[in-house]
């Protein structure tokens, strides 16, 4: 493999690594922020347990996440420095401006929700997991305008610097910072995020009915997170119209790739589930289920409208991997469709007073806790490969990105090292996770769970004097 | 003064804000083996880091971010000229992060003195790491004329810039025992006060020996001392040395912390003199990244200055807040690892 084909490799495999945890983060801490807002208010005992056991799964994903953005910081100088050269002008911005208004609120704050339940009062620390909820959701929204300016830049001219070199200088930064895919890329992420955490909550929740450790804690919990998966899940379908949308209208050839459309033609089927084109379209979509008209319907709102296809731009290297844009697209909403199917049907037991009742479907919502984590993975895949062969769309090309200075050889050592630690974090996170939702939520002073012995686990929360101890 | 020179400044003071607040917990990691000796001391210092250390992480993330957009060429040939050591310091960064978190979670023998390791190694890594970098952008890089270092991190191991990455080694323990000496008590504390004394000579004898050094092998470290106001730096920064040892000797133990973090911002100030207007100097000086040809366009400069100017003061304000309410000596009250 050549430089470029690594320094690809390693910057895949980073940002997919690092995703699944800021992801989980966003999704928990809108949860932190439901619960505390709850027990701030109502003052109720169940709030603050379950306030307490969210912020442990939380924890345990947020280390994670700080040390795997610290890398992604770092990549764009030591792997991409002509790409940083060339947009630093404006890709800079709103990274600097994301450690300074985001990255430190929530990292402070986190200081507070973590170590200072015993230090702080009711009111503080209540603050504290609110604040830190707005930082990482603020968080998202700086790397997202980062990220969408290189999907649609705007608000820039390119000037040639002292060294001869190009870069791209801002002119306009409100057109740099809502680019037209800024607001649409950032509803759908965000959304994607907190269904991520109810889900996340949920079949942790549903685990506990199955193991007869059910409490008031985890009703109460299963129900809110049904609440907002359902939400959710509908609010996927919303902010990814309004994205795919977008994405026709500002990067046509991302999206032919994506549904698959060789030839520019009229009254355009809507691949559900088919083989993808070939990468020069010499065979279309094959052997699918298709509804006939309905992507013209969908996209045109005409069903005889005109959708362009690929052959609208005629230099095919200039195309995106187009099996790989198509896959991932229909994957992630293969999958959301599943998961908002999942959700009717519990919205529907918990209106029949059923939803612990149905052991099948609490199973079901217990093997879906990754499906939203592997849908936004595919999400990000369709958004980024379809960008190809372009690092910033139309301005500079990926191979035109790397750093000259930075040899095969020294990415290939970097991209073991990352593996390794990677694996390694990955198993972490894994333990670190079981380990808290083995020993779960605190049961309500006096309660006794109706469980075998086993469920009641250690007490959470006491400390040894021996060994000072103490969970977090 | 120009606006790349404020964002020069502006750039320094976050990085040294990042020396001084990291600093005592890679301090604390690299002292926690020796003066932390049974398993309930080593979870009384990982708890007197345990609620700031990550807002204290963030002072990098936010200096990196500020220098991508501040000055894009000398993030970008740094980062890449240095990439391996770069891609040890990312390394050292996560194994003591984990470190501290998952030390605390089974009570196996092994398993801690494993994460005990992980946390001394990776923030004594660091630490060195951040150091020789610093004393090879100091002394000067030879760039190409593509703008890229290709020195391999053999090139970056000289004489000055290992004297450089033990000086700030140094300045990590001081830091590290004037933490464990305000926050612990008992054995800890009676061992903190010994390796602080301890740093203090190896911040003494790395002084002279990088200023030695630096005479002999990196003369552009002078270049700015032709002036004597250049001088205000390092002779007040030894004034508060001076004061350290003071305050140290008398056990005045909050402003034996005070007067270390000032020595820490001395000695960032020095070395921003010395490299002032570089941002990394080149042995072919055509070839240098200056604050002049590696700035950002004014709009953007403007932009990111009202973002600082407005953000860094409330950031600072709530970071006093928050280890305001976290005074006094560590807690084991539960809450913690």
Redesign the interface.
């Known amino acids: 493999m050549d430089v470029v084909q690594l320094d690809r490799l390693q910057f895949a495999l980073t940002i997919s690594f690092h995703f699944v945890f800021p992801a989980v983060t966003i999704g928990l801490a809108m949860l932190i922020a439901i619960v505390e807002t709850l027990r701030w208010w109502t003052k109720r005992d169940v709030y603050d347990r379950l306030s307490v056991f969210i912020t442990k799964l939380f924890?345990?994903t947020?280390?994670?996440g700080?040390?795997?953005?610290?890398?992604m910081?770092?990549q764009?100088?030591?792997?991409w420095?002509?790409f940083?050269?060339f947009?630093?002008?404006?890709?800079?911005?709103p990274?600097?401006?994301?450690?300074?208004?985001a990255?430190?609120?929530e990292?402070?704050?986190?200081?507070?929700v973590?170590?200072?339940?015993?230090?702080?009062g009711s009111t503080?620390r209540w603050i504290a997991g609110l604040l830190v909820f707005g930082g990482t959701t603020l968080s998202a929204f700086w790397i997202l305008v980062a990220n969408s300016w290189m999907q649609t830049p705007a608000g820039f001219k390119i000037v040639t610097?002292?060294?001869g070199a190009q870069?791209a200088?801002?002119?306009d930064?409100f057109q740099a910072m809502f680019n037209p895919s800024t607001l649409p890329r950032f509803f759908h992420t965000v959304t994607a995020c907190y269904v991520v955490g109810a889900f996340f909550l949920m079949g942790v929740c549903a685990w506990y009915v199955l193991r007869g450790r059910g409490s008031d804690v985890t009703s109460f919990a299963l129900r809110l997170s049904v609440a907002i998966a359902f939400l959710g899940a509908g609010g996927m379908f919303a902010t990814g119209d309004l994205q795919t949308r977008e994405v026709q209208a500002n990067q046509p050839i991302k999206f032919a790739a994506m549904e698959g459309v060789c030839q520019t033609a009229n009254g355009v089927p809507l691949d559900l589930i088919a083989i993808p084109p070939s990468q020069n379209c010499s065979t279309g979509t094959g052997l699918g289920i298709s509804i006939p008209y309905g992507l013209s319907a969908m996209s045109d709102l005409n069903p005889n409208g005109q959708i362009k296809g690929l052959d609208q731009q005629p230099d095919q290297s200039l195309w995106p991997p187009v099996a790989e844009t198509f896959l991932s697209f229909h994957l992630m909403v293969g999958l959301g469709a599943m998961m908002m199917l999942l959700m009717l049907l519990g919205v529907f037991f918990w209106w029949r007073h059923e939803l612990e009742k149905h052991r099948w479907w609490l199973w079901l919502a217990v093997i879906a806790i990754p499906a939203p984590i592997i849908a936004t993975e595919f999400g990000w895949m369709t958004a980024e490969v379809g960008r190809q062969p372009w690092i910033v769309q139309g301005l500079m090309m990926v191979s035109a990105g790397t750093?000259?200075?930075?040899s095969a050889t020294?990415v290939t050592?970097?991209l073991i090292?990352?593996v390794l630690?990677y694996a390694?974090?990955f198993f972490?996170w894994i333990?670190?996770l079981t380990?808290e939702i083995r020993r779960g939520p605190e049961l309500a002073p006096g309660l006794h769970a109706s469980a075998p012995p086993v469920a009641v686990g250690p007490p959470e929360?006491?400390?040894t004097?021996?060994?000072?101890?103490?969970g977090? | 003064m120009s606006l790349a020179t404020v964002w020069f400044v502006f750039i320094g003071l976050m990085l040294t804000g990042y020396a001084i607040l990291d600093g005592f917990d890679l301090g604390v990691g690299a002292l926690h083996l020796f003066v932390a000796r049974n398993?309930?001391e080593r979870?009384?210092v990982l708890?007197s880091i345990?609620?700031?250390w990550?807002?204290n992480?963030?002072w990098?993330?936010?200096?990196?971010?500020?220098l991508?957009?501040?000055?894009?060429?000398a993030?970008?040939?740094?980062?890449?000229?240095f990439?391996?050591a770069?891609?040890m310091l990312?390394?050292a960064?996560?194994?003591r992060?984990?470190s501290?978190?998952?030390r605390?979670?089974e009570?196996a023998r092994i398993w801690r003195a494993g994460w005990d390791l992980g946390f001394a190694v990776g923030s004594i890594a660091a630490v060195l790491l951040f150091g020789i970098a610093l004393g090879n952008v100091l002394r000067g890089i030879p760039i190409?004329p593509?703008?890229?270092?290709?020195g391999g991190l053999v090139g970056l191991l000289n004489p000055f810039a290992i004297s450089i990455g033990v000086l700030a080694l140094g300045l990590a323990l001081l830091q590290g025992s004037a933490w464990l000496v305000l926050k612990t008590e008992g054995p800890v504390q009676d061992r903190a006060r010994w390796t602080g004394g301890f740093a203090l000579f190896l911040i003494l004898a790395a002084w002279i020996a990088a200023s030695g050094l630096g005479w002999s092998d990196a003369r552009r470290v002078f270049d700015n001392f032709g002036s004597l106001l250049a001088w205000a730096a390092p002779v007040l920064t030894a004034a508060v040395m001076v004061l350290m040892v003071m305050a140290w000797r008398a056990r005045q133990d909050g402003r034996a912390f005070l007067f270390s973090s000032l020595a820490v911002l001395g000695m960032a100030a020095t070395a921003g003199l010395a490299l002032y207007p570089n941002l990394v100097p080149a042995v072919d000086v055509s070839r240098s990244v200056t604050i002049d040809?590696a700035h950002?366009?004014d709009?953007?400069l403007t932009?990111?200055l009202m973002?600082?100017l407005i953000?860094?003061p409330i950031?600072i304000g709530?970071?006093a807040f928050?280890y305001w309410?976290?005074k006094g000596k560590v807690?084991?009250?539960?809450?913690?690892?």
């Open positions: 924890a345990v947020f280390v994670i700080v040390v795997s953005g610290i890398v910081e770092f764009f100088g030591t792997n420095s002509r940083s050269g947009v630093g002008d404006i890709f800079g911005v990274l600097a401006a994301e450690g300074i208004s990255f430190f609120l990292s402070a704050f986190v200081g507070i973590l170590f200072g339940r015993n230090r702080v503080l610097d002292s060294s870069k200088q801002m002119t930064f750093s000259p200075s930075v020294d050592i970097s090292g990352i630690l390694l974090l972490l333990y670190g380990r929360d006491q400390v004097p021996a060994t000072g101890k103490a977090r | 398993d309930g979870t009384q708890n345990g609620p700031v990550d807002g992480e963030v990098l993330i936010a200096s990196g971010g500020a991508f957009a501040a000055f894009p060429h993030y970008a040939t740094v980062f890449s000229g990439y391996l770069m891609v990312l390394g960064l996560i194994v992060a984990i501290i978190e998952f605390g979670k009570t190409d593509d703008g890229g270092y290709r040809n950002s366009s709009t953007a932009l990111l973002v600082g953000g860094m950031v709530y970071t928050i309410k976290f807690r084991l009250d539960g809450a913690g690892y």
